[in-house]
Nanobody, 128 residues
Framework: QVQLVESGGGLVQPGGSLRLSCAAS????????IGWFRQAPGKEREGVLC????????????YYTNSVKGRFTISRDNAKNTVYLQMNSLKPEDTAVYYC?????????????????WGQGTQVTVSS
């Protein structure tokens, strides 16, 4: 069965940290670019950061939007077929449902419209 499963969300105080996981089954995650997206209540889903394929299809480069640069980090563990999102210095405005998605490595990983396989999402709430 081909699927992406996010985990690791939860409630955290401002300034805290969380690590989200995006585990793939039924296919090799490193063949694809991976994007993390989020959707806050009442807002459209937005691309937040991404990592390109690193198996020769691309160069494993990363991209971060300004809103998370310096606080969030994306990484791959190819042995576990999993991508991680380490979130530090969390702010209330980071509250959202976070989704991982895969896209073909034929263009920049920040071309958000190319992502076509999605996980179910995991809720992150930053509140005191």
């Amino acid at each position: 069965q081909v699927q992406l499963v996010e985990s690791g969300g939860g409630l955290v105080q401002p300034g805290g940290s969380l690590r989200l996981s995006c585990a793939a089954s039924g296919f090799t995650l490193d063949y694809y670019d991976i994007g993390w997206f989020r959707q806050a209540p009442g807002k459209e889903r937005e691309g937040v950061l991404c990592i390109s394929s690193s198996d020769g299809r691309s160069d494993g480069s990363t991209y971060y939007t300004n809103s998370v640069k310096g606080r969030f980090t994306i990484s791959r563990d190819n042995a576990k077929n999993t991508v991680y999102l380490q979130m530090n210095s969390l702010k209330p405005e980071d509250t959202a449902v976070y989704y991982c998605a895969t896209g073909p490595p034929r263009s920049s990983c920040s071309r958000w419209s190319k992502y076509d396989k999605w996980g179910q999402g995991t809720q992150v709430t930053v509140s005191s």
